[in-house]
């Protein structure tokens, strides 16, 4: 990290960017201004790729844990409630013991109404989670990211560190401010359309065309619901990791674990209603355009997992949105032995991909479910070592 003395005067805030500089090697969040000159701290860092919003931040964040990164996630506590079903759902179950640095609005002086209700279910609900958490004061600057990485190490969840408004009185440098996002204008993505007339194709068949033919050292991330499950029953591997919580944080999974280990390849396989939940990470991944994503997205057109409610993916316009946010080769296929290729030639091509699977409704439905999920993601962050 760069020379802490430049950026922060001396005194708490200095004090407790000290204590965790050398515990963390990423960050993803959401702005929030009473944060403001620990974001600036967390820019400078090589790896800093905030979210769009707070469930992204959060699957952005367990991907980059699941390359074996150690990440720290920011957020306002609004946002915190916002994504508690995914720190809930994902993080606990899979113990990945992820620090949170938040905002604490609501807390007591509060004056804008528009947090007393979450700032009072904050710590209730950080309770009910058995996480830990402590409030940032002048106090405690230099020991409290210890103690916290202590009491995530005894919980094997996440921790939480939350910083109210006025904490300190010590301010930053004049004009401190965060870089910015770089802007690259993209020519769009080429669009590739392989699909054949009458071909039919289920989502059993569609899932083991690509597992076949993905090597034993490229990660696969599938998505909640019956793809997880059908992969996890029929195709075990330890190069798979089954997000059977997080439901839409597949691609950002996906997408932290790529930024993280460029060197490695990584594929992302969910549903439709599996992207149209986070549609906005089609954005993040094309700004950030990791060459080493492969994004297969098996289309239905329907909430499969559930009774087979209709989504609406037909207005997603799944191929022209990756090619216009940045994918730069999109594949339109419709039959096993094509999406079998389309796998293949795109690790071998190397460039951020999108593959887009038309398949019929139905198949299999009494497939177990992987239980064991700590035990699932401690397994694919070895492998992918």
């Not at 492969?294 to 799944?318: K, L, R, T």
Request: charged share 15%.
């Amino acid at each position: 990290m760069n020379d802490l003395t430049k950026i922060v005067q001396d005194g708490p805030v200095k004090w407790f960017i000290q204590s965790w500089a050398s515990r963390i090697d990423c960050s993803t969040g959401v702005p929030c201004g009473v944060l403001r000159h620990f974001i600036h701290q967390l820019s400078q860092m090589p790896l800093h790729t905030p979210g769009l919003n707070e469930r992204e931040a959060v699957g952005i964040a367990a991907g980059m844990w699941l390359a074996g990164k150690k990440p720290l996630v920011y957020m306002q506590n609004s946002g915190m409630l916002v994504a508690s079903n995914d720190i809930g759902s994902l993080l606990i179950p899979c113990g990945m013991d992820i620090p949170f640095l938040v905002t604490y609005r609501g807390a007591e002086g509060e004056t804008a109404p528009q947090h007393f209700a979450t700032g009072a279910a904050t710590i209730p609900l950080l309770n009910a989670y058995g996480m830990w958490h402590g409030v940032l004061a002048e106090s405690n600057a230099e020991t409290l990211y210890g103690e916290c990485l202590t009491g995530m190490s005894a919980t094997q969840k996440p921790g939480v560190i939350l910083v109210k408004r006025g904490w300190t009185q010590s301010k930053g440098i004049a004009g401190e401010v965060s870089t910015s996002a770089s802007v690259e204008t993209k020519a769009p993505g080429q669009i590739v359309d392989l699909r054949q007339p009458d071909a039919t194709l289920l989502r059993e068949e569609a899932l083991s065309a690509v597992w076949q033919v993905v090597p034993a050292q490229v990660g696969l991330i599938s998505s909640t619901g019956l793809i997880s499950r059908s992969l996890f029953a029929r195709h075990h591997s330890q190069n798979q990791f089954y997000n059977a919580g997080g439901f839409g944080l597949t691609s950002a999974i996906g997408m932290g674990f790529a930024v993280s280990r460029p060197e490695k390849q990584i594929i992302v396989v969910e549903g439709d209603s599996s992207c149209l939940t986070n549609f906005g990470n089609l954005v993040s991944i094309g700004h950030h355009g990791p060459n080493n994503l492969v994004h297969v997205v098996i289309d239905n057109g329907a909430y499969g997992s559930c009774s087979e409610e209709p989504s609406i993916s037909q207005s997603a316009h799944f191929v022209q949105t990756a090619a216009l946010m940045g994918y730069q080769s999109v594949y339109q296929v419709n039959s096993a032995q094509k999406l079998s290729w389309a796998v293949t030639h795109a690790l071998a091509e190397r460039k951020l991909s999108l593959i887009h699977v038309n398949i019929q409704l139905g198949g299999d439905r009494n497939f177990a479910r992987p239980l064991s999920m700590a035990q699932n993601a401690r397994e694919f962050r070895t492998q992918m070592q």
